[in-house]
C-alpha cells in the first residue's frame, strides 16, 4: 500500500468511521450476455473518497480492509446496499437483472449465511437474482468450512461464482464438489489472450471444463473488439470489462440496460 506505516492507522480509523456511518459508494459494473448483447447482471463495486485523500483505489481499500477486520462489516454493508439497489431495478421493469458481490474467505467465517437472509428478507430482492463470487484462492485458505458455508448460501437460492479463476490452483476434484453455478475467469489471462499462446490455451480450456460441468463462464477485463471476438469464437457466456462499460454510479446504469453493449454498438454474431 502507498499509505506509510504513520499514517496506516489513521486511514484505519477513517474507514472504520466511513463504514460505521455508510459513507462509502457502490459503483457497477455491467456484465453482458455475449450471446444476445443485453446486460443480464452488474458486478457491485465498493468506492471509499477520504475527506482529505481523495479518492482511495480500490487496490488500496480492499487490503487494508481485510487486513484489519473491517472487511467483515464493510462486506455486509455492500451487500446490504447491492441487495436493495436490484430490488429498485426490478421495481423499474428489470425483473431478470442479477447483482454480483464479492466475499472475502474472512467474511465467510463470520455469519455470512444470517447476513445474506436478512438482506434478501429486507430488501425482498428474490434469492436468484443475488450471486456471491469468492475467488479461488479464498476457497483454499479453508477448503472445507468453506464449502459447508457454501452449501448453506445455496440452501438460500442465491447464485454462487469462482472469482479470479485460473489463480488459485484448485483441484478439479474439489472444483467438482463446490455447490457453484459460474467461473470467472481471470483478468490476467484475458489481457494476454491475443498475444500470449498459453494465456489463449488456459482461457479455452476454463471455457472447455466449464461447459463439460455445466458451469456458465464470465470473462473478466474485456478491453479490445480482439478479445471479445476470442470469447465469443470459444463460446464464453458472459463478458465484462470497459469495452462493454465501465462502472458508474446506479443511477447512471439504467441507461446500459436497454440496448446491445459494446460500446453502444451492437455485439457481432457468434
Given at each position: 500500500?502507498?499509505?506509510?506505516?504513520?499514517?496506516?492507522?489513521?486511514?484505519?480509523?477513517?474507514?472504520?468511521?466511513?463504514?460505521?456511518?455508510?459513507?462509502?459508494?457502490?459503483?457497477?459494473?455491467?456484465?453482458?450476455?455475449?450471446?444476445?448483447g443485453r446486460v443480464?447482471?452488474?458486478?457491485?463495486?465498493?468506492?471509499?473518497?477520504?475527506?482529505?485523500?481523495?479518492?482511495?483505489?480500490?487496490?488500496?481499500?480492499?487490503?487494508?480492509?481485510?487486513g484489519t477486520g473491517?472487511?467483515?462489516?464493510?462486506?455486509?454493508?455492500?451487500?446490504?446496499?447491492?441487495?436493495?439497489?436490484?430490488?429498485?431495478?426490478?421495481?423499474?421493469?428489470?425483473?431478470?437483472?442479477?447483482?454480483?458481490?464479492?466475499?472475502?474467505?474472512?467474511?465467510?467465517?463470520?455469519?455470512?449465511?444470517?447476513?445474506?437472509?436478512?438482506?434478501?428478507?429486507?430488501?425482498?430482492?428474490?434469492?436468484?437474482?443475488?450471486?456471491?463470487?469468492?475467488?479461488?484462492?479464498?476457497?483454499?485458505?479453508?477448503?472445507?468450512?468453506?464449502?459447508?458455508?457454501?452449501?448453506?448460501?445455496?440452501?438460500?437460492?442465491?447464485?454462487?461464482?469462482?472469482?479470479?479463476?485460473?489463480?488459485?490452483?484448485?483441484?478439479?476434484?474439489?472444483?467438482?464438489?463446490?455447490?457453484?453455478?459460474?467461473?470467472?475467469?481471470?483478468?490476467?489471462?484475458?489481457?494476454?489472450?491475443?498475444?500470449?499462446?498459453?494465456?489463449?490455451?488456459?482461457?479455452?480450456?476454463?471455457?472447455?471444463?466449464?461447459?463439460?460441468?455445466?458451469?456458465?463462464?464470465?470473462?473478466?477485463?474485456?478491453?479490445?473488439?480482439?478479445?471479445?471476438?476470442?470469447?465469443?469464437?470459444?463460446?464464453?457466456?458472459?463478458?465484462?470489462?470497459?469495452?462493454?462499460?465501465?462502472?458508474?454510479?446506479?443511477?447512471?446504469?439504467?441507461?446500459?440496460?436497454?440496448?446491445?453493449?459494446?460500446?453502444?454498438?451492437?455485439?457481432?454474431?457468434?
Amino acid at each position: 500500500m502507498s499509505a506509510s506505516a504513520p499514517e496506516r492507522p489513521a486511514l484505519e480509523s477513517s474507514l472504520r468511521r466511513a463504514v460505521a456511518q455508510e459513507e462509502l459508494s457502490l459503483h457497477y459494473q455491467p456484465v453482458v450476455d455475449l450471446a444476445t448483447g443485453r446486460v443480464r447482471g452488474v458486478e457491485a463495486l465498493v468506492r471509499w473518497s477520504h475527506p482529505e485523500l481523495g479518492p482511495i483505489p480500490p487496490m488500496e481499500l480492499i487490503p487494508l480492509a481485510e487486513g484489519t477486520g473491517i472487511i467483515v462489516p464493510l462486506g455486509a454493508l455492500v451487500l446490504r446496499r447491492a441487495c436493495a439497489q436490484a430490488r429498485v431495478w426490478r421495481d423499474h421493469g428489470h425483473g431478470d437483472l442479477s447483482v454480483a458481490v464479492n466475499l472475502s474467505a474472512r467474511q465467510l467465517q463470520h455469519e455470512v449465511v444470517a447476513q445474506v437472509a436478512a438482506a434478501l428478507e429486507q430488501t425482498g430482492l428474490p434469492p436468484r437474482l443475488l450471486q456471491l463470487e469468492i475467488t479461488e484462492a479464498g476457497i483454499l485458505q479453508n477448503a472445507e468450512a468453506i464449502e459447508h458455508t457454501l452449501r448453506e448460501l445455496r440452501k438460500q437460492g442465491v447464485r454462487i461464482s469462482i472469482d479470479d479463476f485460473g489463480l488459485g490452483y484448485s483441484s478439479l476434484r474439489h472444483l467438482r464438489r463446490l455447490p457453484i453455478d459460474s467461473l470467472k475467469i481471470d483478468r490476467s489471462f484475458i489481457r494476454d489472450l491475443t498475444r500470449d499462446p498459453d494465456a489463449a490455451a488456459i482461457a479455452t480450456t476454463v471455457i472447455a471444463m466449464a461447459h463439460a460441468l455445466s458451469l456458465q463462464v464470465v470473462a473478466e477485463g474485456v478491453e479490445t473488439d480482439d478479445q471479445l471476438a476470442f470469447l465469443l469464437g470459444r463460446g464464453c457466456d458472459r463478458a465484462q470489462g470497459f469495452l462493454l462499460g465501465p462502472p458508474c454510479p446506479a443511477e447512471e446504469c439504467e441507461t446500459l440496460f436497454a440496448s446491445p453493449r459494446r460500446r453502444g454498438r451492437p455485439l457481432p454474431s457468434r
